[in-house]
DNA sequence: ACGTGATTCAAACAGGTGTTTGAATCATGC
DNA sequence: GCATGATTCAAACACCTGTTTGAATCACGT
């Protein structure tokens, strides 16, 4: 039976993180329901029934997978928005240090003890667009918060965008995120190109705020109710 | 034993395209690796030995999926920009119209014989992400030339932004198309905030290209050798 | 030293997986 | 008519899945 309560009193020696560890790895690489238990274990080098004693369920790992930093990534997104709006008085915050606060503990969470939180990172930006229930549990407990202070911080930020308007901007804002952060396997998967310096987070960001703040600050389109009466140049079938 | 050339004369009834149909559903709702083959064969309502029998196998299967639509959405893509290039004689395009080639044949093929196309898009928006290994062979050999074509018009129609600055850019560009196609699931995954006309493709299109072609054009960020000396405005961890 | 509870381990569990087989069915050409 | 090849079908194939079991091992308090 394992231990009810989790105090880290001669605690189990480290077989739990060694299968989380694992866990992140594989499911980075072959996606969640590609991966096995036995897979994981053996790469943890622990039992096959470790998972099932320490978790309780597979379904309950990758759950903790998520939860263990994805809770401390998103608290301090929202501490680093608190502290530019309380060094700014009252004043409205520009887009891009809005952004730099999405942005910022990710880079931090980066480059924590050798390339854990790398292995994550390109982990969650592929969930966000997995179709797994589990992912549809655990991500809007998470991120419930941060997107509505975020959407008010923009919104205060650009109050000419509409509403609507704002709330697909965000929408193509995570999506370039989520690319962004998955590395540039995506695009090394379409293209032959290949960008220089995609493992610094820093030089990253250095480009993905502008590109963003940009297209968050472009004038809202003309004439947008339900159906436009007109298209841009749109003629046949190509 | 199946017949080796695959002519429509008193060809197969309709099984195989039932097959790729519920295929094509079922891997957009559970994923690549979560759906089987007797989900498949149960939905399409057809024995389960014809996906073998059809196709070889279910990887040759999920790759099926993917050619028969790829093919021809990437060459509308083509004909599309090859069409704008002629009609603007020897001048640079607009970023908006180079965008407004990538975009629209996936408009028109959001709306064909009833809902399949729309489907296939959502799938095709998560397929950008996703490890399997399947992926990593058919993505690159659709998207080619598409990317070739369509960096080497950015770069006429953006002259002044670095090579490399462009391909990250093109990253980020194809980051929020692929949460876009992906329908709004995404951000409702995280949020409770809901967009409006979701369904609608040509509105989305109309909110995407201002946002992209405005962060495709927003200036060069400063002093982006390998390693910048110094940062935005970062301070102490979060 | 013993005992107790947490942890590991090998083995098995029931059920699902993709794939193959060989006979049955169908449609066609002669 | 029959023969031929394509297609369907039910059944089985060998293998892998997540989970459970019960004994063995370990670490510790008394």
């Known amino acids: 039976m394992p231990p009810l309560d989790r105090e880290p009193t ?4 480290d077989t739990k993180d060694r299968i989380l560890a694992a866990a992140e790895a594989l499911f980075m690489e072959q996606g969640y329901a590609a991966t096995s ?9 622990v039992n096959l029934a470790a998972v099932n004693y320490h978790f309780g369920s597979k379904e ?13 990534l998103n608290q301090a997104r929202l501490d680093y928005l608190s502290r530019l709006e309380f060094e700014a008085g009252g004043r409205a915050l520009t887009p891009e240090k809005v952004l730099e606060a999405m942005i910022t503990p990710v880079v931090q969470l980066s480059r924590d003890p050798l390339k854990r ?7 969650l930006g592929r969930a966000l667009s997995e179709p797994a229930d589990t992912m549809k549990q655990v991500l809007p407990i998470h991120y419930r918060d941060v997107v509505l202070r975020f959407k008010d911080a923009l919104a205060r930020a650009l109050p000419e965008v509409p509403e609507q308007e704002l709330v697909w901007r965000m929408h193509f804002t995570f999506g ?15 293209t032959t190109c290949e960008a220089d310096g995609a493992d610094d987070a820093e030089a990253i960001i250095r480009r993905l705020v502008p590109f963003l703040a940009a297209g968050l ?7 947008l109710r339900t159906s436009p009466p007109q298209m841009t140049t749109n003629r046949e079938a190509a």
């Open 117 to 123: 939180g790398a292995v994550f990172l390109r982990l």
């Open 10 to 13: 001669r605690g189990s020696p």
């Open 176 to 190: 370039a995120m989520a690319y962004a952060m998955a590395g540039n396997d995506a695009l090394q998967l379409i």
């Open 37 to 45: 238990l036995r897979a994981i274990t053996a790469k943890a080098k």
């Open 60 to 72: 309950a790992l990758i759950r903790e997978v998520f939860d263990r930093r994805l809770g401390p």
């Open 217 to 223: 600050k472009a004038p809202a389109p003309q004439g």
